[in-house]
């Protein structure tokens, strides 16, 4: 209850003032990258708040590059890079790290495949590659034109012990392959060690809820980023914010692990945060809330649990 106690000071601190000047955004090259999140030397230091543009790799970095081309010629040891660390000066145990993406600029061509033995229906493919062009808010697929919905595949802090490799989700973030981390929304992270050490690569011009192919269309491109502290706000897991609905993302060895650990953390805000009781929280939950699936991919799942602004809104839990 303490842990949602100081979380809701989150719900209460407003975001910058439209307009409000942050400084000049840094830029931050796709050349400094990792492959696992952790403390190591850093890409750069921040003070929050502050700005920055993060170019980053594809999932592949680089090494998918026609229609057709052989599995064998990737190297596993190096996909999912993130660029980082960033080491935000301030950030401590127990605080909050608060990303607001501003925007997110895919290139012009992106990449997608499938792998015997990978993705949801592993043995039903001989695995295949494709090269998609993308332009004027849509990419080619087979000849057809399809929306793109650009969203960030790895994002994540340090986590408190070892390093995690970037393809593995956690309560630190990282592989959470989640369509709603996407522009405009604000996704919160909860810190584990000194200066936060945040990475981010794997963006997606388009992907849809589980990734089932193992891939979404990926792409290199580049990041606008705002990011603040929020100190002492505590959270268990990723917190995201994309305009319509407050999420709690978790990961875990089975889908049915993910779906009950984010359910809980929603259900334990709720009673944190409103006069519900536990029946009527439940209750509220099951008939407005979503529990949804963002990737049966990766070597741990990942399932969000999502409420309605507007539910919580009337419940007294005012979101910013």
Known sequence: ERLFEAAGRIFRRRSPLPGRLWGEAMRITRESHVYSLGVSEPVATVTAPCSLTVETCDCFNGQVTEDGQPKARLNFSHVNPATGPIVVEGAEPGDVLRVHIR???????????TAPGAGALPDRVKGDTRICPIADGHFTFMGVELPLNPMIG???????????????????????????????????????????????????????????????????????????????????????????????????????????????YMHDFLLAKTSLNADEALMLMSLCGHARISQIVDPLKTARFAMPVSVLAKFGVVVE
């Open 103 to 113: 925007a997110i600029r895919p290139e012009k061509t992106g990449a997608l495949m």
């Open 154 to 264: 790895v994002i994540g802090v340090a986590p408190a012990g070892e390093s995690v490799p970037c393809g593995t989700p956690g309560d630190h973030g990282g592989n959470m392959d989640t369509i709603g981390i996407r522009e405009g929304a604000i996704l919160r992270l909860p810190v584990f060690v000194k200066g936060a050490y945040l990475g981010l690569g794997d963006l997606h011009a388009a992907m849809g809820d589980g990734e089932v192919s193992v891939t979404g269309l990926e792409v290199f491109g580049e990041v606008d980023l705002d990011l603040s502290l929020e100190k002492g706000a505590s959270l268990p897991c990723p917190l995201l914010h994309d305009g319509d609905e407050v999420s709690f993302l978790a990961s875990a060895e089975t889908v049915d692990g993910a779906i009950h650990a984010s359910t809980g």
